[in-house]
């Protein structure tokens, strides 16, 4: 499976942005898809995601700020309210494996094997 995100970029603190990701190949239901993030000298945080059940999570960061949405070839992400604390690179995974990738392990999840490529997003305060 191939994943391009996009749609990132620079917005004012209190802005939306709207993230996608398009999925290519063996791309399925059946496996779970999700965001992450990763600001400078952090690590790599689990956001949200829409499990091969239909149910979605969401971290407390974003809780109620962000939605994830998907339709047959592309997951999104919309985000409102936004905070400079949200400034970081952005990146779509799917649980599909995949031997190009190192795969992250989320808790209550199957490993995240598929990656896209990451988007920057910066908020400016």
């Known amino acids: 499976v191939q994943l391009q995100a996009s749609g990132g970029g620079l917005v004012q603190a209190g802005g939306s942005l709207r993230l996608s990701c398009t999925i290519s190949?063996?791309?399925?239901?059946?496996?779970?898809m999700g965001w992450f993030r990763q600001a400078p000298g952090k690590e790599r945080e689990f956001l949200t995601a829409?499990?091969?059940?239909?149910s979605i999570f969401y971290a407390d960061s974003v809780k109620g700020r962000f939605t994830i949405s998907r339709d047959e070839s592309t997951l999104f992400l919309q985000m409102n309210n936004l905070k400079p604390e949200d400034t970081a690179v952005y990146y779509c995974?799917?649980?599909?494996?995949?031997?190009?990738?190192?795969?992250?392990?989320?808790?209550?999840?199957?490993?995240?094997?598929?990656w896209g490529q990451g988007t920057q997003v910066t908020v400016s305060s």
């Open positions: 995974a799917t649980t599909t494996p995949s031997p190009n990738a190192t795969p992250v392990h989320v808790p209550g999840w199957d490993p995240f094997g598929s």
């Open positions: 829409i499990h091969a059940s239909g």
């Open positions: 190949g063996r791309a399925s239901r059946k496996y779970s």
